[in-house]
């Protein structure tokens, strides 16, 4: 057994130490957790993104202690009792649309950042491979809560959704049926998706930020010139007062201290949003209540989804699902379709530089093609962006293979 | 400095995606429908025609209503007139033809002069519903047009609604007058036959939906389908739709049933005010919240900003 | 160690402010729990007394629980806790058992409530004649108008009876 001091005062730092190793813990965690000096803001994001879940996470209890998962309650559960009766039910319901819609762009800003600064590369694969999983089942959750106020567009996301589970001429209407629990989205679907929403897939996500976390921990954070540091020798400088010579910082409090203050200014943006500028987070056309026998005149899904369901819309039905579904894995495959030696910005890295602004052009294009109504030239420029999509992904292992070592 | 250069990146392709997806792709879903103010003259219906036929026929009337409009109308000599009305749109009236003939105790401020003048002249035309019927004198209110046969009795009725039915409406009133007797309000637990009444007995609240019910399929009967619940109607359109749309429905529905009420600047800001208390009730409290949030987050930011330089001191 | 001095007062400054920003937080998160106005404005509950009958237990139900409304008769001793409606005399008072919140039975010929959990006996005013009981049955808040008596609110003749320490 262990030696504890007798003497030590219950709940002190030492008593706590001998029984929980905060010490350690404090050092490993925070004080001495070493982060590269040479960074942006772009390296907040994660911590933005942290918050954001905490506020989706906080707003979401309150709603869920008046929604009902019922077909025939919980369009007015939502828009009447939560909207309309509870006290401060109109904010949670503003924060969480709001921020379910925010923390994707975060989330887009956070992985083209990774792409980059080649993050996930030489050890940092990891990252790059838990990031991309929180990413779906990130995706999965917004989807999930998008179908709970059950509005036109849950019904009808959730319809058309479910439907791609018919593997086009594989015509498995089955596995739509089992999924859905009924031959359309009804209040067993609803009703599953509600346990998905608040509990497996938070349950998953909580899961999934906690590898993601560790992942990061031997590798260590990037930097903005993709430059490898000896974190020992560098925190050794730092720990002997000499800050201006060592190239890291400590998490707590210093590279902390930035990340608050940029959590601050995204905060006034989201906040505004919240209170003055939520339609595009929370559509006007789900304030109608879902009705089985009637489309809307046009339906989208969210922002966040638009690119790659514009890579499903011009292609024949099959080809269609198969584009779709690879480009719902090809950014997993990132770390090992870059053939490069090197770890360094975009700018530095010649042809990778095109195709990094390419590709972000691209899913640009795609994203604002995937809402406007398939007709005349759209149609075009959709196929177009999609093949370009897929054509960039053939081109990179080329490129980066000739890529020369800086 | 370098961070705000890429700050400036950042924003940049936010923006530009905000406005892509928003501003920019709606507009093209979307056709833009101008509005014209709650001034009713029929240039719009005029350009709206289907038919050569029609055209000259919407043409040949509002010409007419538009020189009805210029007579002096004597409100004494309406009151008289105004007694005709009274023996469909009284209270407690009978349904004609599917709908209950609204009360029109605010009539005068609520609808704009040349609209009622269109209306008692030929209701069919001035709702700009006549390509649902073959011919107007088939409208419910279509035998308005035997009781005013010349042209000065109409502007003299339609001063004496203008002079004495002209007390302001509340919300609430104008809301019921204009939308009420098509449309259902669950969320002011209103439906077509009003406010729903506390029962005791859950015999009497099942009685009381059938009679609910029964309006209802009146209301089904002559619009072809239930008019929707107007609960939350104020956030699930857009205020240039729902203003356009009240204002002429057609142009952003075509073949609609939904009928041109004529609603008045003044009349159509009760109504929607009324759609707000209802259907976006947080509204005043969002607005009174969201600057002190605001205010929080930027001295939050501000402190943040003095911690960070003051950690980062001799970093560099 | 003055700088670590200055670094508090930036650290506990921000940390301070946060603290503020969480208190509104809490403000709003209680508001949250508060029962709804629909749940508060459905806490009145209207009784006609007129057509009571007596030594007939009647029950009705106010805010989720049982109240008593039991008309008295001649023999019955007259009590301060009656609610007295011109001649008639009336027990009102929720049914729950002052012991442990059972719902006595009324037996009309006994003329006693008796609550089967653990034996506890009120007499006909809601006082406590027998068994763990600790206090007699609670009068809630009511008002008089006519003949109805509307429970959930505070009338002159609740308030008499709550200022005597009656009402529990």
């Given at each position: 057994?262990?030696?504890?001091?007798?003497?030590?005062?219950?709940?002190?730092?030492?008593?706590?130490?001998?029984?929980?190793?905060?010490?350690?813990?404090?050092?490993?965690?925070?004080?001495?957790?070493?982060?590269?000096?040479?960074?942006?803001?772009?390296?907040?994001?994660?911590?933005?993104?942290?918050?954001?879940?905490?506020?989706?996470?906080?707003?979401?209890?309150?709603?869920?202690?008046?929604?009902?998962?019922?077909?025939?309650?919980?369009?007015?559960?939502?828009?009447?009792?939560?909207?309309?009766?509870?006290?401060?039910?109109?904010?949670?319901?503003?924060?969480?649309?709001?921020?379910?819609?925010?923390?994707?762009?975060?989330?887009?800003?956070?992985?083209?950042?990774?792409?980059?600064?080649?993050?996930?590369?030489?050890?940092?694969?990891?990252?790059?491979?838990?990031?991309?999983?929180?990413?779906?089942?990130?995706?999965?959750?917004?989807?999930?809560?998008?179908?709970?106020?059950?509005?036109?567009?849950?019904?009808?996301?959730?319809?058309?959704?479910?439907?791609?589970?018919?593997?086009?001429?594989?015509?498995?209407?089955?596995?739509?049926?089992?999924?859905?629990?009924?031959?359309?989205?009804?209040?067993?679907?609803?009703?599953?998706?509600?346990?998905?929403?608040?509990?497996?897939?938070?349950?998953?996500?909580?899961?999934?930020?906690?590898?993601?976390?560790?992942?990061?921990?031997?590798?260590?954070?990037?930097?903005?010139?993709?430059?490898?540091?000896?974190?020992?020798?560098?925190?050794?400088?730092?720990?002997?007062?000499?800050?201006?010579?060592?190239?890291?910082?400590?998490?707590?409090?210093?590279?902390?201290?930035?990340?608050?203050?940029?959590?601050?200014?995204?905060?006034?943006?989201?906040?505004?949003?919240?209170?003055?500028?939520?339609?595009?987070?929370?559509?006007?056309?789900?304030?109608?209540?879902?009705?089985?026998?009637?489309?809307?005149?046009?339906?989208?899904?969210?922002?966040?989804?638009?690119?790659?369901?514009?890579?499903?819309?011009?292609?024949?039905?099959?080809?269609?699902?198969?584009?779709?579904?690879?480009?719902?894995?090809?950014?997993?495959?990132?770390?090992?379709?870059?053939?490069?030696?090197?770890?360094?910005?975009?700018?530095?890295?010649?042809?990778?530089?095109?195709?990094?602004?390419?590709?972000?052009?691209?899913?640009?294009?795609?994203?604002?093609?995937?809402?406007?109504?398939?007709?005349?030239?759209?149609?075009?420029?959709?196929?177009?962006?999609?093949?370009?999509?897929?054509?960039?992904?053939?081109?990179?292992?080329?490129?980066?293979?000739?890529?020369?070592?800086? | 400095?370098?961070?705000?250069?890429?700050?400036?990146?950042?924003?940049?392709?936010?923006?530009?995606?905000?406005?892509?997806?928003?501003?920019?792709?709606?507009?093209?879903?979307?056709?833009?429908?101008?509005?014209?103010?709650?001034?009713?003259?029929?240039?719009?219906?005029?350009?709206?025609?289907?038919?050569?036929?029609?055209?000259?026929?919407?043409?040949?009337?509002?010409?007419?209503?538009?020189?009805?409009?210029?007579?002096?109308?004597?409100?004494?000599?309406?009151?008289?007139?105004?007694?005709?009305?009274?023996?469909?749109?009284?209270?407690?009236?009978?349904?004609?033809?599917?709908?209950?003939?609204?009360?029109?105790?605010?009539?005068?401020?609520?609808?704009?002069?040349?609209?009622?003048?269109?209306?008692?002249?030929?209701?069919?035309?001035?709702?700009?519903?006549?390509?649902?019927?073959?011919?107007?004198?088939?409208?419910?209110?279509?035998?308005?047009?035997?009781?005013?046969?010349?042209?000065?009795?109409?502007?003299?009725?339609?001063?004496?609604?203008?002079?004495?039915?002209?007390?302001?409406?509340?919300?609430?009133?104008?809301?019921?007058?204009?939308?009420?007797?098509?449309?259902?309000?669950?969320?002011?637990?209103?439906?077509?036959?009003?406010?729903?009444?506390?029962?005791?007995?859950?015999?009497?609240?099942?009685?009381?939906?059938?009679?609910?019910?029964?309006?209802?399929?009146?209301?089904?009967?002559?619009?072809?389908?239930?008019?929707?619940?107007?609960?939350?109607?104020?956030?699930?359109?857009?205020?240039?739709?729902?203003?356009?749309?009240?204002?002429?429905?057609?142009?952003?529905?075509?073949?609609?049933?939904?009928?041109?009420?004529?609603?008045?600047?003044?009349?159509?800001?009760?109504?929607?005010?009324?759609?707000?208390?209802?259907?976006?009730?947080?509204?005043?409290?969002?607005?009174e919240l969201g600057p002190y949030v605001l205010l929080f987050f930027v001295v939050f930011s501000f402190l943040a900003f003095l911690w960070k330089k003051y950690q980062w001191r001799d970093l560099h | 160690m003055k700088e670590q001095g200055r670094r508090d007062f930036m650290g506990m400054a921000l940390g301070g402010f946060t603290a503020l920003g969480g208190l509104g937080?809490?403000?709003?998160?209680?508001?949250?729990?508060?029962?709804?106005?629909?749940?508060?404005?459905?806490?009145?509950?209207?009784?006609?007394?007129?057509?009571?009958?007596?030594?007939?237990?009647?029950?009705?139900?106010?805010?989720?629980?049982?109240?008593?409304?039991?008309?008295?008769?001649?023999?019955?001793?007259?009590?301060?806790?009656?609610?007295?409606?011109?001649?008639?005399?009336?027990?009102?008072?929720?049914?729950?058992?002052?012991?442990?919140?059972?719902?006595?039975?009324?037996?009309?010929?006994?003329?006693?409530?008796?609550?089967?959990?653990?034996?506890?006996?009120?007499?006909?005013?809601?006082?406590?004649?027998?068994?763990?009981?600790?206090?007699?049955?609670?009068?809630?808040?009511?008002?008089?108008?006519?003949?109805?008596?509307?429970?959930?609110e505070e009338g002159p003749e609740f308030i008499r009876m709550k200022d005597a320490g009656l009402t529990v």
């Amino acid at each position: 057994m262990a030696k504890f001091d007798e003497n030590a005062r219950p709940f002190s730092e030492k008593w706590l130490d001998e029984r929980l190793g905060v010490v350690t813990l404090k050092k490993v965690l925070s004080t001495e957790y070493w982060i590269p000096k040479d960074i942006n803001f772009l390296w907040a994001m994660g911590m933005v993104l942290a918050a954001t879940f905490g506020l989706l996470l906080i707003s979401g209890i309150f709603l869920l202690m008046y929604y009902k998962p019922d077909s025939a309650l919980a369009f007015d559960s939502v828009n009447y009792t939560i909207m309309t009766e509870v006290g401060y039910g109109w904010l949670w319901r503003h924060i969480h649309g709001v921020g379910a819609s925010v923390v994707f762009l975060i989330i887009y800003i956070h992985m083209f950042t990774g792409i980059y600064y080649g993050s996930y590369k030489k050890g940092r694969e990891m990252i790059w491979i838990s990031g991309m999983l929180l990413f779906v089942v990130f995706s999965a959750e917004a989807f999930s809560g998008y179908m709970l106020p059950w509005g036109q567009m849950s019904y009808w996301a959730g319809m058309v959704i479910t439907n791609l589970f018919s593997g086009g001429s594989l015509e498995a209407y089955g596995l739509v049926e089992w999924i859905r629990g009924d031959y359309v989205p009804g209040d067993a679907f609803l009703t599953r998706f509600f346990m998905l929403h608040v509990l497996l897939l938070p349950l998953v996500i909580i899961g999934l930020i906690v590898l993601h976390f560790g992942t990061l921990r031997l590798p260590h954070v990037n930097n903005q010139k993709g430059e490898e540091i000896d974190f020992e020798e560098a925190a050794e400088l730092y720990k002997a007062g000499k800050k201006k010579e060592s190239k890291v910082i400590p998490f707590n409090p210093v590279f902390l201290s930035k990340d608050v203050f940029v959590m601050g200014v995204y905060f006034i943006l989201f906040f505004y949003l919240v209170f003055y500028h939520f339609d595009f987070a929370m559509d006007p056309v789900n304030f109608d209540p879902a009705d089985g026998l009637k489309t809307p005149p046009h339906i989208y899904p969210e922002w966040y989804f638009l690119w790659s369901y514009e890579i499903l819309r011009p292609f024949p039905k099959d080809p269609g699902l198969i584009a779709f579904a690879i480009a719902q894995v090809i950014f997993f495959l990132l770390p090992f379709l870059d053939r490069s030696p090197n770890v360094a910005p975009a700018s530095k890295r010649g042809l990778f530089n095109v195709w990094f602004w390419l590709m972000l052009a691209d899913v640009l294009v795609l994203t604002v093609m995937g809402k406007l109504p398939p007709e005349g030239v759209w149609n075009q420029i959709g196929l177009v962006s999609a093949l370009l999509f897929f054509a960039l992904w053939v081109a990179l292992p080329f490129i980066t293979k000739a890529e020369k070592k800086l | 400095m370098k961070e705000l250069k890429i700050l400036g990146v950042v924003a940049a392709f936010t923006l530009l995606l905000y406005w892509g997806v928003e501003p920019f792709a709606h507009g093209q879903m979307h056709k833009h429908v101008e509005g014209h103010g709650f001034v009713y003259d029929g240039t719009a219906d005029i350009e709206g025609a289907t038919s050569a036929e029609k055209k000259e026929a919407k043409k040949a009337f509002w010409g007419e209503v538009n020189e009805i409009a210029k007579l002096e109308g004597n409100a004494a000599a309406g009151e008289a007139g105004f007694a005709m009305c009274m023996g469909c749109h009284m209270d407690g009236a009978a349904a004609m033809g599917g709908v209950v003939p609204p009360s029109l105790d605010h009539a005068g401020a609520l609808y704009d002069k040349k609209y009622l003048i269109a209306l008692i002249k030929d209701p069919a035309m001035a709702m700009n519903t006549d390509h649902k019927f073959a011919d107007t004198m088939m409208h419910p209110m279509g035998p308005v047009m035997t009781m005013f046969m010349d042209n000065q009795s109409i502007a003299d009725v339609v001063a004496y609604l203008k002079e004495k039915k002209a007390a302001e409406p509340t919300t609430k009133e104008a809301f019921t007058e204009a939308c009420g007797r098509c449309h259902a309000m669950r969320y002011a637990k209103m439906t077509q036959l009003g406010d729903t009444p506390e029962f005791k007995y859950e015999k009497d609240a099942l009685a009381h939906q059938i009679k609910v019910l029964e309006a209802q399929d009146g209301v089904k009967g002559y619009m072809g389908k239930l008019p929707p619940d107007l609960s939350i109607i104020i956030r699930a359109r857009s205020a240039h739709f729902l203003e356009t749309f009240v204002e002429n429905p057609q142009t952003q529905l075509a073949g609609t049933s939904m009928p041109r009420v004529g609603l008045n600047k003044e009349g159509y800001e009760k109504v929607e005010a009324y759609l707000t208390e209802i259907g976006d009730p947080s509204k005043p409290k969002r607005e009174e919240l969201g600057p002190y949030v605001l205010l929080f987050f930027v001295v939050f930011s501000f402190l943040a900003f003095l911690w960070k330089k003051y950690q980062w001191r001799d970093l560099h | 160690m003055k700088e670590q001095g200055r670094r508090d007062f930036m650290g506990m400054a921000l940390g301070g402010f946060t603290a503020l920003g969480g208190l509104g937080a809490l403000y709003a998160m209680k508001r949250s729990w508060d029962p709804l106005p629909s749940v508060k404005a459905a806490g009145f509950t209207t009784i006609d007394l007129s057509a009571a009958q007596e030594n007939v237990l009647n029950i009705e139900k106010w805010r989720g629980k049982p109240i008593f409304v039991l008309k008295k008769t001649a023999d019955m001793k007259a009590d301060d806790r009656d609610v007295v409606v011109g001649s008639d005399r009336f027990l009102v008072a929720i049914g729950l058992c002052t012991h442990l919140g059972c719902i006595p039975a009324y037996l009309p010929g006994e003329k006693i409530f008796k609550c089967a959990c653990h034996g506890g006996e009120f007499d006909p005013s809601g006082h406590e004649i027998f068994g763990p009981p600790p206090s007699p049955l609670e009068i809630p808040p009511f008002k008089l108008e006519g003949k109805t008596i509307v429970l959930g609110e505070e009338g002159p003749e609740f308030i008499r009876m709550k200022d005597a320490g009656l009402t529990v």
